[in-house]
C-alpha cells in the first residue's frame, strides 16, 4: 500500500521545522559562545592596550559576562513567562548591541568590564528563553535528543568563533570583532522574529509579581531533582569556565602559540561536539541518568590521571597537554545536554523562570570557581587540571548521591 502524497509531504515539512527549530534555538544559545571565544584571541591586545597591570586581570572579560548572564536570567526568565518570550527577546538583544557599543567605545578596564556585564545582561535573554521554548516544546529523553541536536550546532560556533575574532583582529583591530558580533546577533534575532512562533500563549502566561516569583523560586528550590542537578552542572561549569577564560593564557602565552590558538581551540571544541553527536543518538536507549553518572566518572578520572603524571613537571609537550584537554572535553558532551534536560524536566510549570534560576544558581557556582582557578595560573597549567579535578571530584559525588548506587 502507497503512502498519500499529502502524508510524505507533511512528513518532510515536519523534519525541515524540526531542524529549523533546532538550528535557531542553537544560535540563539551560541550568541554567548560567540561573543566569549571570538574575544579570546584579543585579550592579551586589550590588555595592553587599556593598560592592565596584570595579565590574569584580562580574564575578567571572560568571568565578569558570565557573572551578567547570571543576574539577567532572574529578570528575563520569569519575564518571558509573563508577557511571553519574543518580546523579552527582542528587549535582550536591544541591551546587547547598547552594551557592545559602550566595549568598543572604553579607554579603561573599567569600562570594558562594566560593558561585558551589560552584554551578558542581555545576552541572558537569548540563553535563558530558548532553554524555556524547548521545554515549552519538548519533555524527557526527547527533549534531552532535542538539546544535544541543538549543541552539536552550538559547539560548531566555539569552535569558528577565535577564527573569526583573529580575522577580525588582523584585518581592522580588537574594536571590530564587537561590529562582527553586532551583525551577526541582528541576522538572528530577524531570523527568530520572522520563523519562530510565540510559544507560550497568552492563558498560560502568569502575572509578573513578588508572589509569583518566590512561590517559583520556592517551587524551583523544593524539587529536588531540579536543585541538585542545577547544582552539579555548576561544578561542571566551573571547570569548563575555567580553561575558556584561561585558554588564551595557556596557549598563547605559555606555549606562544598566539598564531594557532584559534585552530587548537577549534579542535578541543570539536570534541565536545562529537560527544555530543553521539549523545543524541544513545540516550533514548542508555537513559538520562546512566549516561551522566558515566561522564561523570570519566571526567573525574582524566585530570586527576593528568596531576598524578605531570605533577613535577612545569610544562608538558604540546602534543600532551592537547590529548588530555581533548580527552577531558569530550565528556562534556554526554554531561551537559543530559544534565540541562534532567534539571528542567520537572519545571514545565514555571519553564522561564525555571531556566532563570537554573541559569542564575549554576552561574553563581561557576564563576568564583574560574575566578580561584584563572588566578592560580602564573607558570604551569597544572593549577587548572588541579581545580578541574576538584570539580570533577565534587560533581561525581553528588550525582553519586542524588542517583544512589
Known amino acids: 500500500?502507497?503512502?498519500?502524497?499529502?502524508?510524505?509531504?507533511?512528513?518532510?515539512?515536519?523534519?525541515?521545522?524540526?531542524?529549523?527549530?533546532?538550528?535557531?534555538?542553537?544560535?540563539?544559545?551560541?550568541?554567548?559562545?560567540?561573543?566569549?571565544?571570538?574575544?579570546?584571541?584579543?585579550?592579551?591586545?586589550i590588555g595592553e592596550t587599556l593598560a592592565v597591570g596584570d595579565s590574569n586581570d584580562t580574564q575578567?572579560?571572560?568571568?565578569?559576562?558570565?557573572?551578567?548572564?547570571?543576574l539577567g536570567q532572574l529578570l528575563s526568565g520569569p519575564l518571558s513567562d509573563s508577557f511571553g518570550r519574543k518580546p523579552i527577546m527582542y528587549l535582550g538583544f536591544s541591551l546587547f548591541f547598547v552594551a557592545s557599543l559602550v566595549c568598543t567605545e572604553a579607554s579603561s578596564m573599567e569600562v570594558?568590564?562594566?560593558?561585558?556585564?551589560?552584554q551578558?545582561?542581555?545576552?541572558?535573554?537569548?540563553?535563558?528563553?530558548?532553554?524555556?521554548?524547548?521545554?515549552?516544546?519538548?519533555?524527557?529523553?526527547?527533549?534531552?535528543?532535542?538539546?544535544?541536536?541543538?549543541?552539536?550546532?552550538?559547539?560548531l560556533v566555539p569552535a569558528i568563533a577565535p577564527t573569526l575574532g583573529k580575522f577580525s583582529l588582523d584585518l581592522w583591530g580588537w574594536r571590530s570583532i564587537f561590529y562582527v558580533q553586532g551583525i551577526i546577533a541582528l541576522v538572528v534575532v530577524i531570523w527568530f522574529?520572522?520563523?519562530q512562533p510565540e510559544t507560550l500563549q497568552k492563558d498560560d502566561r502568569v502575572a509578573f509579581?513578588?508572589?509569583?516569583?518566590?512561590?517559583?523560586?520556592?517551587?524551583?528550590?523544593?524539587?529536588?531533582?531540579a536543585l541538585h542537578y542545577t547544582i552539579i552542572v555548576g561544578f561542571i561549569s566551573g571547570a569548563f569556565l575555567s580553561f575558556l577564560s584561561a585558554a588564551q593564557?595557556?596557549?598563547?602565552?605559555?606555549?606562544?602559540?598566539?598564531?594557532?590558538?584559534?585552530?587548537?581551540?577549534?579542535?578541543?571544541?570539536?570534541?565536545?561536539?562529537?560527544?555530543?553527536?553521539?549523545?543524541?543518538?544513545?540516550?533514548?536507549?542508555?537513559?538520562m541518568r546512566k549516561l551522566v553518572r558515566w561522564s561523570s566518572l570519566w571526567f573525574m578520572s582524566l585530570p586527576i590521571m593528568y596531576v598524578l603524571l605531570f605533577r613535577e613537571q612545569p610544562q608538558v609537550p604540546i602534543e600532551i597537554l592537547m590529548g588530555f584537554l581533548c580527552l577531558q572535553f569530550l565528556s562534556l558532551g554526554f554531561l551537559f545536554g543530559n544534565l540541562s534536560a534532567l534539571a528542567m524536566e520537572p519545571l514545565g510549570k514555571i519553564a522561564g523562570l525555571g531556566a532563570?534560576?537554573?541559569?542564575?544558581?549554576?552561574?553563581?557556582?561557576?564563576?568564583?570557581?574560574?575566578?580561584?582557578?584563572?588566578?592560580?595560573?602564573?607558570?604551569?597549567?597544572?593549577?587548572?587540571?588541579?581545580?578541574?579535578?576538584?570539580?570533577?571530584?565534587?560533581?561525581?559525588?553528588?550525582?553519586?548521591?542524588?542517583?544512589?548506587?
Open 1 to 45: 500500500m502507497k503512502t498519500p502524497q499529502s502524508t510524505v509531504r507533511k512528513s518532510l515539512k515536519d523534519k525541515r521545522s524540526q531542524f529549523e527549530f533546532i538550528a535557531l534555538m542553537a544560535l540563539l544559545m551560541s550568541m554567548v559562545a560567540l561573543s566569549i571565544d571570538a574575544l579570546l584571541p584579543a585579550l592579551g591586545i
Open 60 to 70: 575578567l572579560l571572560v568571568t565578569m559576562m558570565f557573572l551578567g548572564i547570571g
Open 112 to 118: 570594558m568590564v562594566m560593558g561585558r556585564i551589560l
Open 120 to 155: 551578558g545582561f542581555g545576552l541572558s535573554a537569548p540563553r535563558t528563553i530558548s532553554m524555556a521554548i524547548v521545554r515549552d516544546s519538548y519533555t524527557g529523553e526527547r527533549m534531552a535528543k532535542i538539546m544535544s541536536f541543538i549543541t552539536v550546532i552550538f559547539i
Open 193 to 195: 522574529g520572522i520563523r
Open 209 to 225: 509579581g513578588f508572589k509569583k516569583y518566590r512561590d517559583g523560586i520556592f517551587f524551583f528550590l523544593q524539587n529536588k531533582q
Open 249 to 287: 593564557k595557556v596557549l598563547g602565552s605559555f606555549y606562544g602559540l598566539e598564531d594557532t590558538f584559534p585552530y587548537l581551540f577549534a579542535m578541543i571544541a570539536l570534541c565536545v561536539g562529537l560527544s555530543t553527536f553521539i549523545n543524541g543518538f544513545v540516550v533514548m536507549r542508555v537513559g
Open 356 to 405: 532563570a534560576f537554573y541559569g542564575f544558581l549554576s552561574t553563581l557556582i561557576a564563576v568564583p570557581i574560574a575566578f580561584v582557578i584563572g588566578n592560580r595560573l602564573e607558570t604551569t597549567v597544572l593549577p587548572l587540571f588541579i581545580g578541574i579535578s576538584c570539580c570533577g571530584i565534587l560533581a561525581f559525588v553528588w550525582i553519586r548521591m542524588v542517583q544512589g548506587r
